[in-house]
Each structure stands twice: as structure tokens, then as C-alpha cells.
Nanobody, 126 residues
């Protein structure tokens, strides 16, 4: 049974940092690119960034480039996003997702991913 469980969300002041984690089980984690998405109230789900199955390649949305860093630990079946210099517009529910097809880099479309976590709320106050 595939499971993705996010944690680490919370309330932080603008300019602060948070590190989100996603624990994965139920499939061969090291074969799949992973991604983070976010969804703010009343808005579409938005791509944050992706990381390749080995972890050497990363790809970020322009809105977070230079502030967010995605990493993974294939020994622990974990994927992370370190979020620095947070802004109120980063407020959203953050989701991790696993790419549908193994051994392919993840892109920005939610349709490329078929396993999702339940999300963790990040709120950035001004």
C-alpha cells in the first residue's frame, strides 16, 4: 500500500524558514522522481519543485527558486523541502507526490504524478 505522509508545516513569520518532510512507503522509492506542490485557498494546485530519483537533478518553479531546496534520502525513503525567506504568498497546503513513471524526471504538471500525500499546512504571517 503506497503511503506518502507530509510533516513539518506550521505558522512562521515572513522571512523565516521551515523544513517539510515526506515519508514514503509502499513502492521502490529510489526509482521515482518526487515533487512538491502547494495549493492556496481558492487557487489551483501549483508546482513547487521536483527532484530526480537519484537526487542529482532538481527543478524549481520561478516563484521559489533561490529560496527553496528539495532533497531526498533514498536510504530513509524521505523527501524534503527546505523553505527559506518565506513570504505570506507561500501560505498554502503543501503536498508531496511521486512520479507515475519510474526513472523519469518530474515536471510541473500534476498529471505526471499519481501518488499524493494528505498535505501539511504552511502559514506565513506578515
Amino acid at each position: 500500500q503506497v503511503q506518502l505522509v507530509e510533516s513539518g508545516g506550521g505558522l512562521v513569520q515572513a522571512g523565516g524558514s521551515l523544513r517539510l518532510s515526506c515519508a514514503v512507503s509502499g513502492f521502490t522509492f529510489s526509482n521515482y522522481a518526487m515533487a512538491w506542490f502547494r495549493q492556496a485557498p481558492g487557487k489551483e494546485r501549483e508546482f513547487v519543485g521536483a527532484i530526480g530519483w537519484i537526487g542529482g537533478r532538481t527543478y524549481y518553479a520561478d516563484s521559489v527558486k533561490g529560496r527553496f531546496t528539495i532533497s531526498r534520502d533514498n536510504n530513509k525513503n524521505m523527501v524534503y523541502v527546505q523553505m527559506n525567506s518565506l513570504k505570506p504568498e507561500d501560505t498554502a497546503v503543501y503536498y508531496c507526490a511521486a512520479r507515475k513513471i519510474p526513472l523519469l524526471m518530474g515536471g510541473p504538471s500534476p498529471d505526471e504524478y499519481d501518488n499524493w500525500g494528505q498535505g501539511t499546512q504552511v502559514t506565513v504571517s506578515s
